[in-house]
C-alpha cells in the first residue's frame, strides 16, 4: 500500500511539472466521462481551472482523496508542502507576488487546523486566497468523527466569507462566489468546507454557473462629489502628505500614485506593506513611516494640513497614539472598504472604491503646486535624520548585510521577511522601486512566514530573484518547507539575520524589561550545515568582510535553494522606535542615530 | 445609546454564526438579536438591539454590512418605528391574590395563557419600558420565570398627504 502510493505520488510529482509548464491557463478540462454528469471532485478540478488557477497548493489526507485523485493526470500542477500552514503562507506568497488569488487544499481536522494561521495571515493584510477543506461524511458532521473539526466555525472571523458544502449541486457555484469573494473588493481569504461524499457525489455541470450573491456587493467608483471635494483639498494644500497602504498594491495602483504624486507634487510615506508602491529612489518618496519609520516620514505626518490616506487602515504601528495622530490634518481617505473609514481616526473627505480608479479621477484634477517651504523642511528632516547605522563596525550589523543584498540584486530582488527585528530593517533598508515586490506578514506578524511566502512567489514568477530575509528564529518555525523548495529545484535564496535572539523580543525586554532576556536563549542549529542535509547549499558568515563575496555566490546559484547565515551583531536594536502609546513624533533613538558617523 | 437595527440576511445556514461571531469579535455589545422568516423565503431578518455611541454604531451597520450574506442593513435611530416585544411571563398567584393580579394584566392588556394552583402565565406584548414595567409590578407577588423575544421592530408607513 504505502510502496504504490509512493510510486503514484512520484507520478502525480511529474504529471504535475508538465501540466506546471503549459503558458496559458485552460479553459476547460475534458474529463472523459458519457454523460454530462460529474463527480464533486471533478468540478472542483474544472472550476480551478477555469479560474486560472493551474498552480495550487495541497495536502494529503483521508477526506481528499478523491478530489487527489482527479489532480492526478490533470493539468493542474499542486506543490505539497511539508506541512499545511507552509502550504497556505505559499499560497498567500503567490497571490502577493502574482497578483491572482493562490488556492490552498487540505484534509479535514488536522489538516485544516494547521492552515489557521495562514488564514489569519491572509486576512489581516486582505490577501485574496482560496482554501478548499476535506470534511468528514456529511452524516457524521457533528458526531465527532476521526478527523472531525468545525473548521467553518473555527476560522469564520479570519476568513472573508466561509461556509460548507453540502449537496454537490452547489459546488461549481460556491466555488466561483469564493474565487469573486477573495478577489473583489477589499480582497480576502475564503474558505469552502467539502464533505467527502460530496466529493464523490455526482450531478450535472457544463461549466456554466451562476453566483448568487445577494448580499454582496463592491463599490469600485468612488463618489463623484467626494473626488471633487479631495482634489480642491488637495490643489489648496500647503503642507500636504499621501499616507498609502498595501490597498495600492491590491488595486494595481501605483502608476496612478505615481502620477499623481508628480502632478500635484506631494510628498509620499508607505505603510509596511505599502512598500514597492511607490519608488524609494525618488525624491517625494519619505519611506516607511510608524513605529520603526523615518523620522522624516514621521514628523512630516504630524505637520502636515492635509492626510491623504490612500488603501489603509490607520493600524496602530502606524498611528501611534491615535489622538495625536497628524493633530493639524484635514483627512482625506481613500480605501475600499466603508467599514475602515473613520474606524481610529476621524475622516473629512471618505471616497469609498477602487483605489485605482479613483487615483485616475483625481489626477485629472488636481494641480501642480511647488510648496517649496513644505518640500524644503522635509529636505531637512532627511538631512538631519537619515537612516544610518554603525558603518564603522568590525561585526557584521544586520543592517549592512540587508544594504549589501539590496546592492548586490540591484534593488530588484523579490524579498520577504520573518517577523521581528529582520522585517523591520528589511523594510528601512532595503529600496523597494515596484509593486509586489515586497512581501511580508503586516497585520499579523506572522514568523514563519518568510520561507513558505519566498516558496510560493518563486513559483509564481520563476525569473525573478527570490530572497527571503529571515530571523533565525522565524526561520526555525516553517524552515521544514526547505525539502519543498530542494524538491522543485526553486532557486530561492535565504538569508538567515542570525543574532540568536528574537531580537525584537530581546530589544523590548532591553528597553522595558530591565533586560531580563527571559526566555530568550535557544539553541539553533548549524543552518548552513541543515541546509545542506536537506539537499540545498548552505554558507556560513562569520566575518564582516566575507559578506559581498557570500551574497554573489548565493546569487549565482540557480538550480537549487541556498542558505546564507549571517552571523550578525547580537544585540543591535532597531531605530528609531515609537514606543506604544506615544505619539509619532515621540521617537526614541534618534539621538543614538544622530551620533553615528 | 440604544439603536435597534434592521439586517435582511440570506437563509441559509451559518448566518446567525457570521452575525453573532462578529459581533463578539469586535466587542459589540448585543442587548437583544432576533431571527425570524420574512415574506420571502430566501430572506431572514435579524433585529439586533445595540447599545453604544455613534462612532460604535457606525462600525456596527458598517461591519454587519461587510459581511457576505447580510444584504441591508438599516439602523431605525430616529425614525418613527413601532417596537415590540413578546413575552411569557409566569407569576406567583395564591388564590387570595389573584383578583388583584388579574386586574394588573388587565390593566397591561396581557392575556392569561395558562393557570395552575398557585401560578399564573401570561402573555404580554409591547414596547419594551411595558414590558419592564409589567415586570416591576410583578415583583412583589414573586415571579417564577421569564421567557421574552427580544425587540423586532419596523417603520411606520408614511402617512398619505
Ligand atoms: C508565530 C509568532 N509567534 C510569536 C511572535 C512574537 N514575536 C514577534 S518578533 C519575535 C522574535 C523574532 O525573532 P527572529 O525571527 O529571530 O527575528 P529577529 O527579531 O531576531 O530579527 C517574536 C517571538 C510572532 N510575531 N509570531
Ligand atoms: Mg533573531
Known sequence: MSAKSHKSAGEAGKSATNGGAEKSPAKAVSIPSLSSQRSGAEIIVDSLLRHGADTIFGYLGGVVLPLFDKFYGSPIRVIVPRHEQGGCHMADGFARASGKVGVIVTTSGPGACNIVTGLATA???????????????????????????????????????????????????????????????????????????????????????????????????????????????????????????????????????????????????????????????????????????????????????????????????????????????????????????????????????????????????????????????????????????????????????????????????????????????????????????????????????????????????????????????????TMTELSTAVQHKLPIKVCIINNGYMGMVRQWQQLFFEKHYSCNSLLNPDYAELARALGAEGITVDLKADVPKAINKMLAIKDKPCLVDFRVEKEENVWPMVPTGKSLHEMDGLDILQSLI | MKHIISALVENKPGVLAHVSGMFAARAFNIDSLVVGRTEDVNMSRMTIVVNGDDRILEQVRKQLAKLVPVVKVQDFAGEPVVARDLMLISISAPPGKRPEILALIEMFTGKVVDIGQKFVMVEISGPEEKIEAFIEVCKPYGIKSVARTGTIAMIRQEKEA
Open chain 1, 123 to 477: 486576512m489581516m493584510d486582505s490577501i485574496p486566497l482560496v482554501a478548499i477543506t476535506g470534511q468528514v461524511r456529511t452524516e457524521l458532521i457533528g458526531n465527532d468523527a476521526f478527523q472531525e473539526a468545525d473548521i467553518t466555525g473555527i476560522t469564520r472571523p479570519i476568513t472573508k466569507y466561509n461556509c460548507i458544502v453540502k449537496d454537490v449541486r452547489d459546488l461549481a457555484r460556491t466555488i466561483d462566489e469564493a474565487f469573486h469573494i477573495a478577489s473583489t473588493g477589499r480582497q480576502g481569504p475564503v474558505l469552502i468546507d467539502v464533505p467527502v461524499d460530496v466529493e464523490v457525489a455526482k450531478c450535472e455541470y457544463d461549466g456554466r454557473v451562476e453566483m448568487q450573491l445577494p448580499g454582496y456587493k463592491v463599490r469600485t467608483k468612488g463618489h463623484g462629489g467626494q473626488i471633487i471635494a479631495a482634489a480642491k483639498a488637495i490643489n489648496e494644500a500647503e503642507r500636504p502628505v499621501l499616507y498609502v497602504g498595501g490597498g495600492i498594491i491590491s488595486s494595481n495602483a501605483s502608476e496612478e500614485l505615481t502620477q499623481l504624486i508628480a502632478k500635484a507634487h506631494l510628498p509620499v510615506t508607505m505603510t509596511l506593506l505599502g512598500l514597492g508602491g511607490f519608488d524609494q529612489n525618488k525624491e517625494e518618496s519619505l519611506d516607511m513611516l510608524g513605529m520603526h519609520g523615518t523620522a522624516y516620514a514621521n514628523y512630516a505626518i504630524q505637520n502636515c494640513d492635509l492626510l491623504i490616506a490612500v488603501g489603509t487602515r490607520f493600524d496602530d504601528r502606524v498611528t501611534g497614539k491615535v489622538k495625536t495622530f497628524a493633530p493639524n490634518a484635514k483627512v482625506i481617505h481613500i480605501d475600499m472598504d466603508p467599514a475602515s473609514i473613520s474606524k481610529n481616526v476621524p475622516v473629512d473627505i471618505p471616497v469609498v472604491g477602487d483605489a485605482k480608479e479613483i487615483l485616475k479621477e483625481l489626477v485629472e484634477k488636481v494641480e501642480y503646486r511647488q510648496r517649496k517651504d513644505w518640500f524644503a523642511t522635509i529636505a531637512g528632516w532627511k538631512k538631519k535624520f537619515p537612516m544610518k547605522y554603525d558603518r564603522n563596525s568590525g561585526t557584521i550589523k544586520p543592517q549592512y548585510v540587508i544594504e549589501q543584498i539590496c546592492e548586490l540584486t540591484k534593488g530588484d530582488a523579490i524579498i520577504t521577511t520573518g517577523v521581528g527585528q529582520n522585517q523591520m530593517w528589511t523594510a528601512q533598508f532595503y529600496r523597494f522601486s515596484r509593486p509586489r515586490q515586497f512581501i511580508t506578514s503586516g497585520g499579523l506578524g506572522t514568523m514563519g512566514f518568510g520561507l513558505p511566502a519566498a516558496i510560493g512567489a518563486q513559483i509564481a514568477k520563476p525569473e525573478a530573484v527570490v530572497v527571503d530575509i529571515d530571523g533565525d528564529h522565524s526561520f526555525n518555525m
